[in-house]
């Protein structure tokens, strides 16, 4: 199971840290993500810092709030999670291989750094956080059954 833990424990403060520090301000990697972060930016200013600094704080909670399972199984939490998991491995999974049809040209690429975030940094993170969150939820889930934590 730690394996698992380590696994989505690392990929959402790796995106919460990201999120928190562009909410802060900071530029670095932005490019990866999409120039639209920059037309937002110019358009909206300090809103769009304020909306990535929400960001950076539910994907940390995300991230953490399943852990909390390990001590106390909650049912809420545990769905929430098993979703969220899915839906993370879904387009995690499916931007990421968007991402390396556009590398591999068989996709047109507008913005190289962007097709390079996109396949090589962002939607893997997100793959590899649900991929992590769903394999600790199930096997929190079955080391319930079996009265094993």
Do not use: C
């Amino acid at each position: 199971m730690k394996k698992y833990i380590s696994l989505f424990v690392i990929a959402g403060i790796v995106h919460s840290l990201f999120s928190l520090y562009w909410g802060f301000g900071g530029e670095a990697g932005l490019t990866t993500v999409g120039t639209w972060v920059f037309t937002l930016s110019a358009n909206y200013g300090i809103w769009i810092n304020i909306a990535l600094l929400i960001v950076a704080v539910v994907k940390f909670l995300a991230t953490i709030m399943p852990l909390t399972l390990t001590n106390h199984f909650d049912k809420r939490i545990y769905y929430v999670s098993l979703v969220g998991s899915v839906v993370l491995i879904l387009y995690g999974g499916l931007n990421t291989l968007i991402g390396w049809l556009k590398m591999f040209k068989i996709i047109e690429i507008h913005n190289y750094y962007t097709a390079f975030g996109q396949a090589f940094v962002w939607d893997p993170l997100f793959l590899l956080w649900g991929i992590g969150l769903f394999g600790y939820v199930k096997m929190l889930k079955k080391s319930k059954r079996n009265n094993v934590v």
